[in-house]
């Protein structure tokens, strides 16, 4: 499916390379752990092939992970890559974004990691609009750990903690996103490579805190236990209960099992960075300070 897309590789490409995004990966990790049928190993293709026409410089791109299945994406990206505690991405991405502003930090973590022990970080970082791209790949579970309930699971779902199918409403993470103040909010799915690629560039172009959910099926735990196929049923059913609606209001793009999902680029908006806000706030006190009349003794 991504064979069509135009490719501008700017790097040098190894003669004995047989595919593109290769250079991006540290192959000497391969191979990878994720089972077949596990969407996440198409997320980081597409991740690639937006580093590839985004033209970023790779020195200047840092990846931040969490725990989880997901959370091994920066293990295998050819990046300063950082593997970190379990929901703290988001705090170490920030922290590193403030201490070396010229680079560009992408968090790239699962539904369980960035919106259950991470979530507190979510908002907060959305609220402040920290210049950080977060890719969060939504398999509606805990898989790593065994296929818990997660935020995300929807309802009547079985997992592993919830055998007789989940009753908590779960999170819409798109909405979640732009109530915090996200600055941009997408929604693909992994049949989407093309769409995901593109927004995976679009962001690596942009300032702001911005956000792109991917669904991703997890055939191993949350498709077996709910008797949904395996890997290539789950990519028929994004394929036929995906509609595309960009700039749909996220209040009514909630997903349940197998019900419609709404993909599209939702929230494209420019609202003040958490740097820039900083440095104004920090030049105004000076100023202010510098500008207090003296005391004088008479
Ligand atoms: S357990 Fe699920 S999410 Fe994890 S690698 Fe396997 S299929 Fe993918």
């Not at 988001?90 to 022990?117: C, R």
């Not at 309802?155 to 989940?166: K, L, R």
């Not at 055939?219 to 028929?236: A, H, S, V, W």
Request: glycine share 8%; charged share 20%.
């Amino acid at each position: 499916m991504i064979e069509n897309m135009e490719l501008e590789v700017p790097y040098e490409i190894p003669a004995d390379s047989f595919n593109p995004v290769e250079p991006f990966l540290r192959m000497d990790r391969m191979p990878h752990i994720w089972c077949p049928g596990c969407g996440i190993g198409t997320t980081v293709n597409c991740f690639t092939r937006a580093l590839i026409n985004s033209k970023a410089n790779l020195d200047k791109v840092a990846i931040v992970s969490g725990i989880g299945c997901t959370g091994r994406v920066a293990g295998y990206a050819r990046l300063d890559s950082f593997h970190t505690t379990h929901g703290r991405a988001i705090p170490f991405a920030t922290g590193l974004k403030l201490a070396n502003p010229e680079l560009q930090v992408v968090v790239y973590s699962g539904d369980g990691d960035l919106f259950a022990i991470g979530g507190n970080h979510f908002i907060h970082a959305a609220r402040r609009n920290v210049d950080i791209k977060v890719v969060c790949v939504n398999n509606m579970i805990y898989a790593m750990t065994g296929g818990q309930t997660a935020p995300t699971t929807p309802e009547d779902a079985v997992t592993a903690t919830t055998p007789y199918g989940t009753f908590e409403p779960s999170f819409n993470l798109v909405q979640l996103a732009e109530a915090a103040g996200a600055s941009y909010v997408a929604r693909w799915t992994t049949y989407h490579v093309k769409q995901m690629a593109r927004s995976m560039n679009e962001v690596l172009n942009r300032r702001g805190f911005c956000f792109i959910e991917v669904l991703s099926p997890c055939p191993t735990l949350y498709q077996r236990r709910n008797k949904l196929g395996d890997g290539l049923e789950t990519m028929k059913y994004y394929k036929e209960a995906s509609k595309i609606r960009n700039g749909a209001p996220t209040s009514e793009v909630g997903l349940s099992k197998q019900g419609e999902i709404i993909v599209g680029k939702f929230v494209d908006r420019e609202r003040p960075g958490y740097y820039d806000m900083l440095r104004a706030h920090h030049k105004a006190k000076l100023a202010e300070r510098y500008q207090e009349p003296e005391v004088t003794c008479s």
